[in-house]
């Protein structure tokens, strides 16, 4: 119906707004820890929402040719992570299964939270032109992520001691910190400043999705203004709440709720759909 349609669609309006501001917030407070340190968060703010939002107040296509540059000007970066590799000592992963089966199931559920964004094609899968491609798509695309996430995994197990990785809040820029080159000294500043251009790939369709179901919800053909005030919205509250990696943390605990849109909304609609066709077959034959 009309009226529950939108009562129903305020829901993901409210969860896509959250990660994304979630996940700017979370990038401002790593480049002002590395990069600006002097500099107040909403400065930092506006300059990330000006190249924002010239991304994201246009559609899926642009969003996508500007994800594939970015993925193949970032790439290469992996390849760095193998001179670390012949450093490494392999006994620190023995005995694989110390501590049981607890412990990998726990760090399961933790790892699931990096693998949101799923939920994001039921608003692209509509606009593909090749629509039997969309499956392969996602399992390729959700793979290769799945070997970058094992193997920085297992280089930083290799690399730092048993009890050493557990002080350490960023292994891996840690990792890239002893890296050297004579033309090159601090390799992890500029895996930093790639690091942000690769989490905007992140934040940026969450925005979209956002303004665009605000655009739906108001009949509305276009969402360029939604998502201005969208980011006036975000500059605005970091501007006044300025929050602190504390404060990330417990939004952090809330971001893990985005396990129930991964995991619980796609078998619940997939139910739904189900019964409404056996129902219609009920009541036409």
């Given at each position: ?43 930092i703010a506006i300059l990330l929402a000006i190249p924002g939002y010239m991304v994201a107040r246009y559609g899926p ?225």
């Amino acid at each position: 119906g009309k009226w529950m349609g939108k009562l129903v669609l305020l829901l993901p309006i409210c969860y896509f707004a959250f990660i994304g501001w979630f996940i700017i917030v979370h990038t401002i407070l790593l480049i002002k820890e590395s990069f600006l340190p002097q500099t107040p968060e909403y400065v930092i703010a506006i300059l990330l929402a000006i190249p924002g939002y010239m991304v994201a107040r246009y559609g899926p296509r642009v969003q996508g040719r500007y994800s594939e540059m970015m993925f193949y000007m970032t790439i290469w970066m992996i390849l760095f992570l193998l001179i670390p590799l012949r450093s490494g000592h392999w006994i620190h992963l023995l005995p694989l299964f110390k501590s049981g089966w607890e412990p990998i199931m726990n760090g399961s559920m933790s790892t699931l939270s990096s693998y949101i964004g799923v939920e994001i094609v039921f608003y692209i899968y509509p606009l593909l032109q090749k629509k039997q491609y969309a499956v392969q798509g996602m399992l390729i695309a959700n793979t290769l992520t799945l070997f970058v996430y094992l193997f920085v995994t297992i280089l930083c197990f290799a690399f730092f001691s048993p009890e050493g990785i557990t002080n350490l809040n960023q292994p891996l820029l840690f990792l890239l910190k002893n890296l050297e080159f004579r033309f090159l000294e601090r390799l992890d500043i500029i895996a930093l400043a790639l690091y942000v251009i690769i989490v905007s790939r992140t934040w940026m369709p969450y925005v979209y999705c956002s303004v665009f179901s605000t655009s739906r919800l108001l009949n509305q053909q276009h969402h360029r203004s939604h998502t201005l005030l969208y980011f006036i919205a975000v500059v605005a509250s970091v501007y006044f709440f300025q929050p602190t990696w504390n404060q990330s943390d417990v939004y952090r605990k809330f971001n893990q709720a985005s396990i129930v849109a991964l995991l619980i909304i796609p078998a619940a609609m997939y139910v739904c759909v189900r019964s409404m066709e056996t129902f219609r077959k009920w009541r036409t034959g």
